[in-house]
C-alpha cells in the first residue's frame, strides 16, 4: 500500500521530541537576534494517520538564539485534549473546542504565546515549549479563533475572527493590548467557507468568502471547491457598521500578504491567488494523493495577485502581479494596513522578495524544501533586517538567515534533526 503524500517524503513526521544544545552554526549570527524562533507544523504521532496533512497533530520546533549563539533546539508535541485524551471534536455534548490540533502558527499577544488553529481555541505555550492549556480568554470566546490574527501596530489590539459550520457562520473579535476580550460582532455571509485569514487597514477588515464550502459528507477534511458559490472581498468599518461585498473571479487564498488604502481612497489587497484548477490539484496533493497522473498538478498553485477595490464606485479591478508559484507571503509586521514595499515569499526551494513599487522580484535559491521566510527588523528601515526560514536537504534541516535587502546569505544553524515541512513561524525577541 503506497503511503500517503502527508506522511512522506519532506511531509513526513518525526517520531520524537529531543533537546539539542550549542548548535553548529556556518557564518556569524548577528548579536541582535537574541530570541525564539518557533515554527509550528502538523506532526501525527508513531503509527497514526490523521487522513490529511491538514489535521495532524501540531508540534512546535524550537530555536533559541542569544548572543550570536545557538543555544538549544527542541520540538514539542502541542498537548491539546485531542492529543492527551484523545477528545473528539464533536461528541456527545456538542463541539469541543479545545479538542483540537493547535498545528498551524504560533503569535506572542500581551506576553502569552499560543498556538494556533482555525478549528478551535488558541493553546498557550511558555517559552520552553511546554503546553499550558487552552484559553477562552475568560469564557468570552466561544467560536474558534483563526491561526492568522493581526495585531495593529498603532494601539496594540489583536484583531482576529472564528468561523464555523454552525451559524454564526463568520464572527470578529478584538483583544485590547492587554489582551482582554473586548469585542465580538457576527458577519453575516451565506453559509460556511474556509477561510483560512482575512486582512486589515487603517479603518476596514477584509473578508474572503470563497468558494471552497462546506461538506458534511466529506471524509477528512470536510471543504470542497464548490464554484457555484462565487467568490467575493468583504469590506467591514473597524468601527462598526455594514459589510459591503465585491463580487470577484472565483479563486481561493490561504495566504493574504498586506492591504492599504490608497491616497485615493481604494483598498489595495495582495495575496497568494489559486485558480479553482490549482487549488483543486494543490487540495488533492495535500490530501494524500499520490497518483503519479495527478502530480502535474505540482507545476501549478498559487501566485501573486491584486485586488483594488473602490468603495465609491463599488467596483473591483483584479490583476496577476507575477506567474511564478509561490507562498506564504511576509512583511514587515509593523507595517500591517499600510502601504509597505516589500513582500516577502517562498517558493519550493527559493525565497522571492517583491518589491510591491516597482514590480520587481529578486530571487534566492535556498537549496532545499523553503519554509515561510519570517521578517526581523534591525532598523526603522522597511528592509534592513533579516529573513529567518528554515531550509530542509534530504534528512537534514538548517535555519537559514538572510539580509533582507538584498537576500544575501548571514548564516545558518544546523539542526540536529530533519524538521518535517509545516505551516508558520514567528520570532519572539527577548
Not at 481604494?266 to 487540495?283: C, K, P, Q
Request: with cysteine.
Amino acid at each position: 500500500m503506497m503511503m500517503p503524500s502527508y506522511l512522506s517524503g519532506n511531509l513526513a513526521p518525526v517520531p520524537d521530541e529531543i533537546d539539542a544544545h550549542d548548535l553548529p552554526v556556518d557564518g556569524e549570527l548577528p548579536g541582535e537576534l537574541t530570541g525564539r524562533y518557533f515554527r509550528n507544523g502538523p506532526n501525527p504521532k508513531p503509527g497514526d494517520d490523521p487522513g490529511h496533512w491538514f489535521v495532524g497533530d501540531g508540534m512546535l520546533h524550537g530555536i533559541r538564539l542569544r548572543d550570536g549563539r545557538a543555544e538549544w533546539y527542541r520540538n514539542r508535541w502541542v498537548r491539546t485534549r485531542k492529543f492527551t485524551d484523545g477528545a473528539h471534536f464533536i461528541g456527545d455534548h456538542g463541539v469541543d473546542l479545545s479538542a483540537v490540533t493547535a498545528n498551524t502558527s504560533v503569535i506572542r499577544h500581551s506576553e502569552r504565546i499560543f498556538a494556533l488553529v482555525e478549528n478551535g481555541l488558541p493553546y498557550e505555550m511558555t517559552p520552553e515549549l511546554a503546553t499550558v492549556g487552552p484559553c477562552d480568554f475568560g469564557g468570552r470566546l466561544t467560536t474558534a479563533m483563526t491561526a492568522h490574527p493581526k495585531q495593529d501596530p498603532v494601539t496594540g489590539e489583536l484583531h482576529f475572527f472564528g468561523y464555523g459550520f454552525m451559524p454564526p457562520f463568520l464572527t470578529y473579535h478584538r483583544l485590547s493590548k492587554a489582551g482582554e476580550l473586548v469585542e465580538s460582532r457576527e458577519i453575516e455571509v451565506p453559509a460556511s467557507t474556509m477561510m483560512h485569514d482575512f486582512a486589515v487597514t487603517e479603518h476596514h477588515l477584509l473578508w474572503l468568502d470563497l468558494p471552497v464550502v462546506f461538506d458534511l459528507g466529506r471524509e477528512g477534511m470536510p471543504y470542497d471547491w464548490e464554484e457555484s458559490y462565487g467568490a467575493r472581498i468583504g469590506v467591514t468599518p473597524r468601527a462598526g457598521g455594514p459589510t459591503r461585498w465585491f463580487e470577484v473571479d472565483p479563486c481561493y487564498v490561504f495566504h493574504v500578504g498586506n492591504a492599504w488604502e490608497d491616497d485615493q481612497g481604494r483598498i489595495v489587497l495582495n495575496a497568494a491567488r489559486y485558480s479553482g484548477e490549482s487549488f483543486a490539484g494543490a487540495w488533492r496533493r495535500i490530501g494524500g494523493s499520490n497518483d503519479p497522473a495527478r502530480q502535474a498538478a505540482r507545476q501549478g498553485g498559487a501566485t501573486l495577485h491584486r485586488w483594488t477595490l473602490d468603495p465609491r464606485t463599488g467596483t473591483v479591478s483584479e490583476e496577476p502581479l507575477d506567474d511564478r508559484t509561490i507562498e506564504f507571503p511576509t512583511f514587515r509586521d509593523d507595517l500591517l494596513g499600510t502601504a509597505s514595499r516589500y513582500l516577502y515569499t517562498v517558493g519550493k526551494d527559493t525565497i522571492v522578495k517583491y518589491d510591491q513599487r516597482t514590480g520587481e522580484a529578486a530571487t534566492r535559491q535556498t537549496g532545499g524544501d523553503t519554509g515561510e521566510a519570517v521578517f526581523v527588523p534591525a532598523s526603522d528601515s522597511e528592509d534592513d533586517g533579516w529573513l529567518l526560514s528554515i531550509v530542509t536537504t534530504g534528512d537534514t534541516s538548517e535555519l537559514l538567515v538572510l539580509h533582507a535587502a538584498d537576500l544575501s546569505r548571514v548564516a545558518s544553524v544546523r539542526l540536529p534533526r530533519r524538521v518535517p515541512a509545516g505551516f508558520h513561524g514567528t520570532w519572539l525577541e527577548d
